[in-house]
């Protein structure tokens, strides 16, 4: 059983639900974070296949820009949620509503 | 020598004086009395005395232009082109104004010195002056104006100046109980009426002739005098009238002008209370100069008046507007000399023989002597001015004696007060212009007494003074024609002539002989000689004033009735071939009949023939033998009456009775006559039963109905009603409505999107995610 373009799509649509599901569902901000990631990894992981899958290298090279920006991100988000934490001394995202109208 | 060039200097100069006075003169009097007057009083003169010597300058300038009128225009004043209305600034002269100029400032003049004695002392020294020279002003404008329009604006202006002078001691009670300034709003009132008549006159002169300018009117009213029948009706728009008709009207109007200002029935009651004001005022205004402008108007409308005479129009089919003029001057030259019998104040009996000789110079011009009046306006001038004044003098002589005792009385009972205060209250009742005050003046004030007697002889009209040959000249005139109603007017103004010698005889005999009547009288002394010198110059003038106009002692030869019908007279300045006749036929004195020809140039004798208007040479006057007789018997007459029979009985006490009021018939007469019956009839007639009502009618109109009902409910309740509307429902419910509703609305929408604002961070990615979804569904199913 080869391993077709289909298997990839079907694996990066479940991460990406996933990592959607959490960024929805869950409260903590870290956890919401790491789903943020899947999705952006789930994203990267189509990239990847499709490049593959049609010769073309524009794919892969765009993968290394994604990677980047999201480590950027990360110690960006890392860094907000160690300030939140700091005066609220918690990371539940129920807690933080300043901006309600 | 034509020095019309200089005209304008006869108004510029009185103003300067008025600028003066107004502004230097007041200061000057108030920092220092004695030099401030000097300054005052002499510039006024000099201003005055200028003028005088321009007006004779221009006199002398008249025969050079061949006496044709001469007419400077100083700048344009109305231009409606539209109604053809033109109107200049201009002066006008022909020989008719330069006689009043010459009367004007002369008289003037002299009585501006006269001032200066007169006014000594008087706070308002300075005020004086200024409203002499504003009337000298006014006056030569009325008497220069080239049109009815510029005589009307002199007309009002010595209205003015003549209201301001009568009030001038508005703060001091008259002798007679009227305050100075009832006298003065009563000038100003009777003047009024006379004053509508003017604009009706004026309005329908130039309704009818289309220009307001004396030549052009006095051409137009001559052509269509020529056309007589022939000539359309005048047009009023809804109606028409005849010529004659219209001219009537205009000539009655200015007749009833002329009654305002010159003081004829039945407008005449202001001039006596007029005498309230400064008898240099009297003697000026309100004799000699500004209430002959009624004569002076007809005269210059002498040719209106002349149709309408020959056109024989009369009004309601009873007279014809000159004979009415006539009969309005006879009236009043009897019925003021009536009066005059009864008056005891010294200026007032002067007053009403004004009055009275104003009814002689109408009367005259009412008979077409307009010369005739002219003649008796210029020797009335000199000796009514003069005896005015000498009036003034006898006034200013019994208050210096009067204040001569007063001060002897202060010496005499200085310790006790209550004899003062006596005679405090003592000279509140002095009133030194009571006749029965005074007596045996003539030896005190001897100058005084003899000009007097000479303004006395002349008003009189005893031979050879003034008054003579000027009331004999219209004596004559009532004479000579063939007119009915002239014996009527012959009857009348030989009484006024009886009456005239009569009541100056009571008066002279009253002031000046006898013993004197009170201390005052004892005390009383000559005036200054400032004072004096003027009466003197024109006692001269009433002595000889009558050789202007002597008259023709004979019939002249070649001068026989039919010269004056057929002799064709062209042009008015060819009068080349009249002047031989005249001089070979006439005497050879250059005196004779002097203002006949002079004022020949500029009134007019015409006749209608079958070749149109014709020029005539007056008809000389020839001194009328019967009637120098008669009117001379019956002055000495009256003179010789007076003194020994009736007023025989002089001296007497203030508080007796005048022998005229003693007689037993006569006595009523005068009673009737001492109650100003005309006056009493205005103010029992018309003031209380008809002005006083209609007072209360109008306050009725004006309170109840203006004020109460049309202010108070319809404008003020109305107003309040509707700012009620505006502020307690309009503006609360709608417009507060609108701008909070719009608030409010915007409001409530807003909290209703704040419940979208969870502030949960989840529900902003929900929002995210669902917000990416679209787009891709869109990007997917739509493109």
């Given amino acids: 059983m080869a391993v077709t373009i289909e298997w990839y799509i079907a694996l990066s649509t479940i991460l990406f639900t996933l990592g959607a599901l959490g960024v929805l569902l869950r409260r903590n901000a870290i956890i919401i974070f790491m789903s943020v990631e899947l999705m952006l990894n789930s994203a990267n992981l189509l990239l990847v296949a499709f490049a593959h899958h049609l010769g073309d290298a524009t794919g892969q090279v765009l993968v290394f820009f994604v990677m980047t920006v999201a480590a950027a991100e990360v110690a960006v988000g890392l860094a907000l949620i160690v300030a939140i934490f700091q005066s609220k001394k918690s990371i539940d995202i129920g807690d933080v509503n300043l901006l309600r109208g | 020598m034509n020095l019309f060039g200089l005209a304008p200097l006869l108004l510029i100069l009185p103003l300067i004086g008025v600028f003066f006075n107004t502004v230097v003169g007041r200061r000057l009097v108030a920092a220092d009395a004695p030099s401030g007057e000097k300054w005052s009083g002499w510039f006024a003169t000099a201003m005055s005395g200028s003028a005088f010597i321009v007006a004779v300058l221009i006199f002398f300038s008249l025969p050079t232009v061949d006496y044709h009128a001469q007419t400077v225009v100083l700048w344009d004043w109305f231009n409606m082109p539209s109604t053809d209305f033109h109107v200049q600034w201009a002066m006008y002269f022909d020989t008719l104004s330069a006689t009043m100029l010459l009367v004007v400032t002369g008289v003037g003049s002299l009585i501006h010195i006269y001032a200066i004695g007169y006014m000594h002392g008087d706070k308002d020294f300075a005020r004086f002056f200024t409203y002499l020279n504003l009337f000298l002003f006014f ?84 052509h269509m005098f020529e056309e007589g029948g022939k000539a359309a009706p005048i047009s009023f728009g809804m109606f028409t009238a005849e010529f004659q008709v219209v001219l009537s009207a205009i000539t009655v109007l200015f007749l009833i002008g002329a009654t305002g200002k010159s003081a004829q029935i039945p407008l005449f009651i202001w001039l006596p209370d007029a005498m309230a004001g400064p008898t240099p ?43 009415l003029v006539a009969v309005v001057g006879a009236c009043t030259a009897v ?21 009275s000789q104003l009814g002689f110079m109408i009367a005259a011009v009412g008979m077409g002597a307009y010369v005739a009046g002219m003649f008796h306006l210029i020797t009335h001038a000199f000796f009514k001015a003069l005896l005015f004044m000498g009036s003034g003098s006898i006034i200013h002589g019994m208050e210096h004696g009067h204040h001569h005792l007063h001060d002897h009385g202060h010496g005499g009972h200085g310790d006790d007060h209550h004899d003062d205060h006596h005679d405090d209250h003592h000279e509140d009742d002095f009133d030194p212009q009571d006749m029965r005050t005074m007596g045996g003046l003539w030896k005190k004030m001897p100058v005084t007494f003899g000009v007097y007697v000479i303004g006395s002889l002349a008003l ?41 010698a009569f009541y100056m005889t009571r008066q002279i005999k009253m002031v000046f002989f006898g013993e004197p009547r009170h201390e005052a009288a004892v005390h009383a002394s000559e005036s200054n ?18 050789f202007l106009n002597t008259p023709n002692f004979s019939e002249p030869e070649g001068y026989g009735s039919d010269y004056a019908s057929e002799e064709k007279y062209e042009e008015s300045g060819d009068h080349s071939e009249t002047e031989a006749i005249l001089a070979a036929g006439g005497s050879k004195t250059t005196f004779t009949l002097a203002l006949e020809h002079w004022l020949e140039h500029s009134i007019q004798s015409f006749e209608l023939t079958e070749e149109g208007v014709v020029h005539m040479p007056h008809t000389p006057i020839v001194l009328q033998y019967n009637v120098a007789v008669t009117s001379s018997i019956i002055a000495i007459g009256a003179i010789l009456i007076a003194w020994f029979l009736v007023f025989r009985g002089y001296p007497m006490k203030p508080e007796d009775d005048d022998p005229l009021q003693a007689a037993p018939v006569i006595g009523t007469v005068w009673a009737f006559f001492q109650g100003l019956p005309l006056d009493s009839l205005y103010m029992n007639g018309w003031v209380k039963r008809v002005f006083l009502p209609l007072g209360e009618i109008s306050n009725l109109i004006d309170w109840d109905f203006w004020h109460n009902f049309v202010h108070e409910r319809l404008i003020r309740d109305t107003f309040v009603t509707s700012a009620d509307f505006f502020s307690k429902v309009l503006d609360p419910l709608g417009v507060d409505g609108a701008v909070n509703g719009v608030g409010k609305s915007l409001r409530n929408f807003a909290n209703g999107l704040r419940s979208t604002q969870t502030g949960n961070v989840g529900n902003y990615a929900l929002g995210l995610f669902l917000g990416v979804a679209a787009v891709i569904a869109y990007f997917v199913f739509a493109a």
């Avoid at chain 2, 000689?529 to 003038?541: E, G, I, K, S, Y």
């Fill in chain 2, 335 to 355: 019925y003021a000399g009536l009066i005059a019998f009864t008056q005891f104040d010294v200026k007032k009996v002067l007053a009403y023989s004004t009055v």
């Fill in chain 2, 139 to 222: 006056m030569l404008i009325l008497v220069t104006g080239n049109s009815y329009l510029m005589l009307f604006v002199g007309w009002e202006g010595v209205g003015l100046c003549s209201f301001l002078l009568i009030g001038f001691w508005y703060d001091k009670p008259n002798g007679v109980g009227i305050l100075n300034g009832d006298a003065a709003r009563k000038a100003f009132v009777a003047n009024r009426v006379g004053d509508f008549a003017m604009i009706m006159a004026m309005s329908l002169t130039f309704w009818v002739f289309k220009t307001l300018e004396f030549e052009g009117v006095i051409e137009t009213a001559l």
């Fill in chain 2, 529 to 546: 000689r400032l004072m004096t010198r003027p009466l003197v110059f024109l006692a001269v003038l009433s002595v000889f004033g009558g």
């Fill in chain 2, 460 to 500: 009189a009209g005893i031979f050879p003074f003034a008054g003579f040959w000027s009331k004999d000249e219209i004596l004559a005139h009532a004479q000579v024609n063939e007119f009915a109603i002239f014996s009527f007017i012959n009857i009348m103004l030989t009484i006024g002539a009886f009456c005239t």
């Fill in chain 2, 281 to 323: 005022v009297s003697a000026l205004i309100h004799a000699a100069t500004m209430v002959t402008s009624g004569i002076y108007l007809i005269t210059r409308s002498n040719v209106l008046f002349e149709i309408v005479r020959e056109t024989g129009f009369q009004m309601a089919g009873i007279i014809s507007v000159p004979d």
